[in-house]
T-cell receptor, first 112, second 115 residues
């Protein structure tokens, strides 16, 4: 059972564009939603995270929007750069413990 | 501060063999988690150890096991290897084990190939 569904699987944008990645979850017990960025040959690195009591969070050029009633959240990459080309994963977990449930990943390519 | 270190980086094994992967967490981190990453199944949680005790376990067969030592270093073992065990195995550490207050930091993984 895939508890976190991520779309699209891949995305191509021009430099300066705004890639948007969407995730939907099923388990209402989830209360922590991080996004990870992974480059080839590297492990995932935490980008930004949000909890359900907040509808939006910004860190630099990365913004999470959260819709608790729809059980959906999304990542926007503002003013995207070629260096942002990577695979992005959304995830979810309950407060206790470190069991992250990941979405399937989105490969983002930012063309110069 | 050094990051999460996983050894070896690459490993090639034959079906039926067993393998041990090692993970050194960030200094001071007490929680270590293991994940399997494959193109088909994505990132899947294997187990988590906190202060030498397994605190969470994913839906993997008993061939997958792990342990944590008193210095927080961790090992995972896969016995009777199958072709489907070929994957990138990722270790992640955190301070306390509650993701909101102490985020997970991943290592670069061990690439296991089973032939």
């Amino acid at each position: 059972q895939q508890q976190v569904k991520q779309s699209p699987q891949s995305l191509i944008v021009q430099k300066g564009g705004i890639p948007i990645i969407n995730c939907a979850y099923e388990n209402t017990a989830f209360d922590y939603f991080p996004w990870y960025q992974q480059f080839p040959g590297k492990g995932p690195a935490l980008l930004i995270a949000i909890r359900p009591d907040v509808s939006e969070k910004k860190e630099g050029r990365f913004t999470i929007s959260f819709n608790k009633s729809a059980k959906q959240f999304s990542l926007h990459i503002m003013d995207s750069q070629p260096g942002d080309s990577a695979t992005y994963f959304c995830a979810a977990s309950k407060a206790a413990g470190n069991k992250l449930t990941f979405g399937g990943g989105t490969r983002v390519l930012v063309k110069p | 501060k050094a990051g999460v270190t996983q050894t070896p980086r690459y490993l090639i094994k034959t079906r039926g063999q067993q393998v041990t992967l090692s993970c050194s967490p960030i200094s001071g981190h007490r929680s270590v988690s293991w994940y399997q990453q494959t193109p088909g199944q994505g990132l899947q949680f294997l187990f988590e150890y906190f202060s030498e005790t397994q605190r969470n376990k994913g839906n993997f067969p008993g061939r997958f096991s792990g342990r944590q030592f008193s210095n927080s270093r961790s090992e995972m073992n896969v016995s009777t290897l199958e072709l489907g065990d070929s994957a990138l195995y990722l270790c992640a550490s955190s301070l306390w084990g509650t993701p909101y207050n102490s985020p997970l930091h991943f290592g670069n993984g061990t690439r296991l190939t089973v032939t």
